[in-house]
């Protein structure tokens, strides 16, 4: 196809993904990351790995050279130090931003998420919305991705609960009744991919969800069912939460944040199509969870699942 594209953010949960499904399209990727020397296991046919920080630019000219599509999939679900929410969601974008000004790309393409912009108390989706303006105002030719949850085979969400199911028979629930539409990786992937050079898509904003919505407490639900674990599923008032999370804003991987609990306050939903026809039919929880969960082989499993979408992208 002879299009190189460059993944910011690459080494991350979509992007690992991301860089399988190009490579398997018969595209060549740079992976621009923080810390390229943990993702060699991305090395596959034709991508190289480049080091890059948005915070600061450090790397993005270099990045971006030689190719014609840039993917920006940067985002944090935690603040620590000086990688926090405005300096990576808002700078972050403006310096990419203006190295793809800098070497004329043909085409951005920018992972947001639902609820951008429509939180003010959150500064997670405060930045994003911000993001999404300097995207809007960039003179590129762009499209963002607004996704609910995104759920794999290595995930934050049913794994951080699966791991925790494994010591406690007891599980603490914020918010078991908000609600959510969890959408698979490899469709966001597949969205993604579809998306290059795609005349379609410019200028234009999409929402990714899967089929179904569910509270977090049905989805954790059908995530004890499919582990065949017998745990309690406890309702945790906010604000016992609230010094849970303050109790752990030092731990380097919080379980729980002062902004989760603003985001855990309101449903994360699409209102209308769940996902865009033109990029497929999005899978549904009930036909992938079981499978994710029973595997011991997370990225081997990952892999396969890839293989098996990436034959049904060539067939459409």
């Not at 979509?14 to 490579?23: D, E, I, K, S």
């Not at 998420?113 to 003179?139: C, D, F, M, N, W």
């Not at 898509?201 to 969800?209: A, C, D, Y």
């Amino acid at each position: 196809m002879g299009t190189r594209i460059c993944i910011i953010g690459g080494s991350g949960f979509v992007g690992r993904t991301l860089v399988h499904l190009a490579a398997d399209q018969g595209y060549s990727a740079t992976v621009a990351c923080r810390h390229p020397e943990r993702a060699r296991n991305l090395l596959v046919e034709g991508t190289r790995l480049i080091r890059a920080d948005v915070t600061d630019g450090r790397g993005l000219d270099e990045a971006v050279m030689d190719a014609g599509v840039v993917i920006n999939l940067v985002g944090l679900l935690f603040e620590r130090g000086r990688q926090n929410f405005e300096a990576a969601h808002v700078h972050g974008t403006e310096h990419i931003l203006a190295a793809c000004k800098r070497a004329k790309i043909r085409q951005y393409l920018h992972m947001s998420a639902l609820g951008a912009g429509q939180i003010p108390a959150s500064a997670y989706a405060r930045t994003k919305g911000e993001a999404e303006g300097h995207v809007r105002q960039s003179g590129l030719n762009w499209a963002i991705y607004r996704p609910s949850v995104i759920y794999g085979s290595e995930d934050s969400f049913f794994n951080r609960f699966r791991a925790m199911s494994r010591i406690s028979p007891i599980l603490p629930v914020v918010g078991g009744g908000t609600r959510f539409q969890p959408v698979w990786v490899d469709d966001v992937a597949r969205a993604f991919i579809m998306a290059i050079n795609n005349r379609h898509v410019s200028e234009k904003t999409f929402e990714l969800g899967g089929p179904k919505t569910y509270t977090l407490m049905q989805l954790l639900t059908m995530l004890m069912d499919a582990l065949g674990r017998r745990r309690m599923l406890t309702p945790l008032p906010f604000p016992l939460a609230a010094v849970i999370a303050t109790l752990c804003r030092p731990l380097p991987n919080p379980p729980l944040t002062h902004d989760q609990l603003v985001l855990l306050r309101h449903d994360n939903i699409i209102d209308g199509e769940p996902f865009p026809s033109m990029f497929g039919r999005p899978v549904a929880l009930e036909d992938i969870l079981p499978t994710l969960v029973a595997s011991d082989q997370p990225t081997r499993l990952q892999h396969q699942l890839d293989a098996s979408r990436t034959r049904h992208l060539n067939r459409h």
